[in-house]
């Protein structure tokens, strides 16, 4: 099975600070075969972003998402207090679907 | 709206079983497929497998062959899965998620269901 590494573990930024994420794939899962979501504290997962670039609804447009291949990198151009929260990714291109550890993004 | 409501917490000892619901509303049961993932505290989701509610077809991740079933009553839209021979690694919180086919992305998740495993 794929196996997702992401960095860094944890991102320690202020509010109006980017956050860039990068996730790493142990071998191809193709173009667009990536998915990222966000999961705050005692909730589920929230789709972010699907297929590496599109956005999911109602997902502000300041996330954005990138890469193909083994690299990918979800950016936030400008953090807001409801940004701070965990963020996985998750493979499809081969299955087993499988997800990444997760980055924290934290306060700093 | 679209929702996945899951049942409620369990504390389980080991070698029992566990069945979990998911009902869903907002959506035609039939037409999108419905995956279950567990998470462990501190980890990344665990994809578990996948039910197909119009065919009642079913895949299941290799490591849970022989110890999940995944079922559905399309007459009142919930999906169940059940886990046998639990053992205290099963600690987790298990969830139901929506899937476009077999493969893909989950979009939206139930509220996760906590099975605890301990004796």
């Known amino acids: 099975e794929i196996v997702l590494t992401q960095s860094p573990g944890t991102l320690s930024l202020s509010p109006g600070e980017r956050a860039t994420l990068s996730c790493r794939a142990s071998?191809?899962?193709?173009?667009?075969?990536l998915a990222w979501y966000q999961q705050k504290p005692g909730q589920a997962p929230r789709l972010i972003t699907y297929?590496?670039?599109k956005r999911s609804t109602g997902i502000p447009d300041r996330f954005s998402a990138s890469g193909s291949g083994t690299e990918f990198i979800l950016t936030i151009s400008r953090l807001e207090p409801e940004d701070f929260a965990v963020y996985f990714c998750?493979?499809?291109?081969?299955?087993?679907?499988?997800f990444g550890p997760g980055t924290k993004v934290d306060l700093k | 709206q679209v929702q996945l409501v899951q049942s409620g917490a369990e504390v389980k000892k080991p070698g029992a079983s566990v069945k979990v619901s998911c009902k869903i509303s907002?959506?035609?049961?039939?037409?999108?497929?419905l995956h279950w993932l567990r998470q462990a505290p501190g980890h990344g989701p665990e994809w578990m497998g996948w039910?197909?509610?119009?065919?009642?077809?079913?895949k299941y991740a290799q490591r849970f062959q022989g110890r999940v079933t995944m079922t559905r009553d399309t007459s009142i839209s919930t999906a169940f899965m059940e886990v046998y021979g639990l053992i205290s690694n099963d600690t987790a919180l298990y969830y139901c998620?929506?899937?476009?086919?077999?493969?893909?992305?989950?979009?939206?998740w139930g509220q996760g269901t906590l099975v605890t495993v301990s004796s």
């Open positions: 998750q493979q499809y291109g081969l299955s087993p679907p499988t």
């Open positions: 071998q191809s899962v193709g173009s667009t075969y």
């Open positions: 907002g959506y035609n049961f039939r037409n999108y497929h």
């Open positions: 998620a929506r899937g476009i086919t077999g493969v893909g992305w989950f979009d939206p």
């Open positions: 039910i197909n509610p119009d065919t009642g077809d079913s």
């Open positions: 297929g590496a670039s």
